[in-house]
């Protein structure tokens, strides 16, 4: 299986939003709200931030969103912050028993 | 707090076996499903395999499976990964990873990691 379509890169300055885009098939994305989130700064191990398609874990500020709409998953950052600027990577149960990652967005905050 | 050490990464031939243990703490281990996900230098995380609590079922990523065989010692709290017909294509990270609260399909705590690298 190949990897869900995120774009390489995204920016926006500090203060304002960005939205992620996440493509996958109706076999993954489109079949199961088992979507994640998950942003890795450099040097360190990915941590989740959404699940379920728009739950926060404990923790993550409000400012992360995430919104599904057919097979098309979409995180949105609100009020960028410096700290925001990181790799994000989207995650999805594909129905086969297994879980598939999208091959990341680099955000960069201005 | 979780903690999870992976070790057992190193260089090997393709076609060679390696074997990767992961100590967790900080959790009553035999409680969680538990992951390995592989990262490659520069690139997006893999999820490789997931295995139950009480190592009833396990799953496998498409390019891993037939290959690679996870299972756990809920008595040592020890989670392992062998890999055999080893590949270059497998050169990665490999982090032991803890299960999130919401369902096995989210991955939560991750250890630091054991670089497996396969070159002749």
């Known amino acids: 299986q190949s990897a869900l379509t995120q774009p390489p890169s995204a920016s926006g300055s500090p203060g304002q939003s960005v939205t992620i885009s996440c493509t996958g098939s109706s076999s993954d994305v489109g079949g199961y709200n088992h979507v994640s989130w998950y942003q890795q700064h450099p040097g360190k191990t990915p941590k989740l931030i959404i699940y379920e398609v728009k739950n926060r874990p404990s923790g993550v500020p409000d400012r992360f969103s995430g919104s599904k709409s057919a097979n098309t998953a979409s995180l949105t950052v609100s009020g960028l912050q410096p700290e925001d600027e990181a790799d994000y990577y989207c995650s999805s149960y594909t129905g086969s028993n297994s879980v598939l990652f999208g091959g990341g967005t680099k955000l960069t905050v201005l | 707090q979780v903690q999870l050490v992976e070790s057992g990464g190193g260089v090997v031939q393709p076609g060679r076996s390696l074997r990767l243990s992961c100590a967790a703490s900080?959790?009553?281990?035999?409680?969680?499903?538990m992951h390995w996900v592989r990262q490659a230098p520069g690139k997006g995380p893999e999820w490789v395999a997931v295995i139950w609590y009480d190592g009833s079922t396990k799953y496998y990523g498409d390019s891993v499976k037939g290959r690679f065989t996870v299972s756990r010692d809920n008595s040592k709290n020890t989670l392992f990964l062998q890999m055999n017909s080893l590949r270059t294509e497998d050169t990665a990270v490999y982090y032991c990873?803890?299960?999130?609260?919401?369902?096995?399909?989210?991955?939560?705590?991750w250890g630091q990691g054991t670089l497996v690298t396969v070159s002749s």
């Open positions: 900080g959790f009553t281990f035999s409680n969680y499903d």
């Open positions: 990873a803890k299960r999130a609260q919401a369902a096995w399909t989210y991955v939560g705590d």
